[in-house]
């Protein structure tokens, strides 16, 4: 089936080689995914061939091939507590991009998969978060204080805002 | 392009397939010494196979009114196109 979207990561950036795409509607992960020609960035509008899977319960699409044809700014996320983001709102939002605001990191784990992670709680609920390796966090970066101060995770937000903060 | 797509012609109106071919390597189907007349060009979408569509034929109406006529018609194949939405909603295995 092909899809088009606007990306919402570049491909690979994930050490279980995922990437995500949306349209006005919904958003689906995709899953071994290579490009057609130069690698998209988030926010370029591409068509997607893939196969329909399912991973972790949720659909996606496998064996990805993304053409990227035209770029662009990356898409506004949706705004969402840490409990609303820890179950994507029952799936609606699964694979969504979406902003947390205020979520203080709890807890500080092992790299999984090649993967950074540690959980947030903005009071409603934890949820775990991956960064995008080397950018957000580096998986190299020494462990985070057990318990900081109140640190605001932010992802990238267009227009007025905390904008893009790290942890730290 | 996509060899072995059976294409047929049908007498109008009907669903009798008068003349039959598949397509070739380069994915053309070539009819030649056609009786004159009315013919309907059909697509037997189960040789198309299970993950491509027919997209688009630009004319299904073949004419042939005297010896010299000639037709080239384009059928379209390509992967369905879907929303996201609508991928989500698909059976896994859908390609």
């Known amino acids: ?168 | 392009v996509l060899a072995g797509i059976k294409v047929g012609l049908v007498a109008p109106g009907t669903t009798d397939t008068l003349f039959a071919k598949s397509t070739d390597a380069s994915g053309n189907v070539i009819f030649t010494g056609l009786p004159l007349g009315d013919y309907t060009l059909v697509v037997d979408t189960n040789t198309v196979g299970d993950s491509v569509t027919v997209q688009k034929i630009d004319s299904t109406h073949v004419v042939l009114r005297n010896n010299a006529s000639q037709q080239q018609m384009f059928v379209r194949v390509g992967f369905p196109s879907a929303t996201v939405t609508e991928a989500r909603a698909l059976p896994a295995g859908t390609g």
């Open chain 1, 1 to 168: 089936v092909i899809v088009k979207g606007l990306m919402l990561t570049n491909l690979n950036v994930f050490g279980d080689s995922t990437a995500n795409v949306t349209d006005v509607a919904a958003a689906i992960r995709l899953t071994n995914a290579t490009s057609v020609g130069p690698q998209p960035s988030p926010g370029d509008s591409v068509r997607v061939l893939g196969t329909v899977a399912t991973r972790a319960g949720q659909p996606v699409l496998d064996s990805a091939r993304v053409t990227a044809f035209q770029a662009g700014p990356p898409p506004a996320p949706v705004d969402q507590t840490t409990l609303q983001a820890n179950t994507a709102e029952g799936g609606a939002h699964d694979a969504a991009l979406v902003f947390l605001n205020n979520a203080v990191i709890q807890t500080d784990t092992a790299t999984v998969n090649g993967d950074y992670t540690f959980s947030v709680d903005d009071g409603s609920g934890s949820v775990k978060v991956v960064p995008r390796s080397g950018r957000d966090l580096s998986p190299s970066a020494s462990s985070l204080p057990a318990r900081p101060s109140p640190v605001v995770v932010s992802w990238c937000r267009p227009g007025p805002g905390p904008g893009c903060s790290s942890p730290g």
